[in-house]
């Protein structure tokens, strides 16, 4: 089975901190470029940051660049978003996703393989 699951969502003040993590049951998930997406009330998906299969490469949305970090422990088949600095605009439904091959079109959802069922980040004024 492939599988990706968020956590650590959940409501925070605005300038706050939180850490989300994503579980993946990838194959070969050291492989697999991981990214992280979100989407707000009443707006399409939107980027946030991904990275490439080493960890050596990372790119940012510019909404959340200097703010957030990914990060990922390919031993634990894990992914992570630090997130600080939170503004009430980041307030959205999180999704973790795999990208088996990797892409230039790294900030189109469509390039990902698989996708995890979100968890809800609400940051209050």
């Known amino acids: 089975q492939v599988q990706l699951v968020e956590s650590g969502g959940g409501l925070v003040q605005a300038g706050g901190s939180l850490r989300l993590s994503c579980a993946a049951s990838l194959r070969t998930f050291s492989t697999y470029a991981m990214g992280w997406f979100r989407q707000a009330p009443g707006k399409e998906r939107e980027f946030v940051t991904v990275i490439a299969w080493s960890g050596g490469r990372t790119e940012y949305a510019d909404s959340v660049k200097g703010r957030f970090t990914i990060s990922r422990d390919n031993a634990k088949n894990m992914v992570y978003l630090q997130m600080n600095s939170l503004k009430p605009e980041d307030t959205a439904v999180y999704y973790c996703?795999?990208?088996?091959?990797?892409?230039?079109?790294?900030?189109?959802?469509?390039?990902?393989?698989?996708w995890g069922q979100g968890t809800q980040v609400t940051v209050s004024s």
């Open positions: 996703a795999a990208d088996r091959y990797g892409s230039d079109r790294y900030s189109d959802g469509a390039s990902y393989d698989y």
